[in-house]
């Protein structure tokens, strides 16, 4: 398990990371999310020692972190920084062998790579000649290929077409399938939603939420859709009851508590049929904005 304790990072007198701690547990994906400017980069880069923190520190199985662990971990950071006119097979090669792979070993898992990201075809062309979202598949090799201990991946889906995506996500499982710690960051949260297993949200340099999906959906208010004919205007007016939308018989709410769900129910049996009464999972991103506002 990768555990972050009390990150800090300030660059003058802002506070970019501010006393941050999470676990990225041994084969789980763990979704990193915030808006743009929350901390995410500046917290891999410290995890990674690409940045020094102000203040606290990053463990592996409760052992700091030491320049040699890290150089086995797969690191895919915001800036891409390949070589645009290297041959693609050579460079992998190259970078493999950085991660401490024999030439023929770093040859055969760039080769397998390539081919699972369909570029088997495209070993010899430079980097620079591929689009961009073939350059980023380059990228997730390089940053996958050494069979790494540890995943520290900054925005890896993005620029990905479906294709790709898939691709990365069935890497993802492979590797958290053999125990590897997999942090990834993202804002696309209906995909942070499928993959993940825990979430870390980060706003302002803080971490406001942490824990599984379902975790967070408990902290949010749960809502309730009640299609009651011929019409549910009527509960506009009953209290403890925060109306969200009606439309017709349709109904979205709010309870204060669960008595005034149980009221509810009865006023609408009372008053015509009910065809149903029931809680709202809300999408992550929903979640996500109630957590933020
Ligand atoms: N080298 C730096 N010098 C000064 N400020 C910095 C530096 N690096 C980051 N910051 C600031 O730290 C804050 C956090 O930035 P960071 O890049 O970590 O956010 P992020 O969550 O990754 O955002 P995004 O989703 O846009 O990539 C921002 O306000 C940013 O401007």
Redesign the pocket.
């Known amino acids: 398990m990768l555990q972050v304790r009390s990150l800090t990072?300030r660059?003058?007198d802002?506070t970019?990371?501010d006393d941050v701690t999470f676990d990225v547990p041994s084969g789980k994906m763990t979704g990193?999310v915030?808006?743009?400017?929350?901390?995410?980069?500046?917290?891999?880069?410290m995890i990674m020692g690409v940045?020094t923190p102000s203040a606290g520190e990053v463990l592996m199985d409760d052992v700091p972190l030491t320049a040699k662990m890290r150089s086995r971990f797969g690191y895919m950071p915001?800036e891409r920084g390949l070589y645009p006119k290297q041959p693609i097979l050579d460079q992998l090669v190259y970078l493999g062998q950085l991660h401490g792979m024999s030439q023929n070993d770093a040859r055969s898992s760039a080769r397998d790579m390539l081919e699972r990201f369909a570029l088997a075809d495209r070993t010899k062309d430079k980097l620079e000649s591929l689009s961009l979202g073939n350059q980023q598949r380059v990228q997730i090799i390089a940053s996958l290929m050494h069979r790494p201990t540890a995943l520290i991946l900054?925005?890896p889906f993005s620029g990905l077409d479906p294709v790709a995506v898939d691709s990365m996500v069935e890497l993802l499982r492979d590797y958290t399938a053999q125990g590897v710690p997999v942090l990834f960051?993202s804002?696309q949260l209906d995909l942070v939603d499928r993959l993940c297993d825990n979430l870390v949200v980060?706003q302002?340099?803080r971490m406001i939420a942490s824990g599984t999906g379902e975790d967070l959906r408990a902290r949010a208010a749960t809502r309730h859709r009640i299609i009651v004919h011929p019409d549910a205007g009527w509960i506009r007016e009953e209290t403890g009851v925060r109306v969200i939308d009606v439309a017709g018989p349709d109904a979205v709410v709010e309870f204060e508590d669960d008595a005034a769900g149980q009221r509810l129910l009865a006023a609408a049996l009372s008053r015509g049929t009910v065809e149903q009464f029931s809680p709202i999972r809300p999408s992550l991103s929903e979640i996500y904005r109630e957590v933020t506002a």
Do not use: P, W, Y
């Open positions: 990072r660059f003058g802002k970019a990371v990193f915030g808006a743009n400017g929350a901390g995410k980069t500046t917290t891999m880069r940045l915001e900054d925005e960051s804002h980060l302002q340099g």
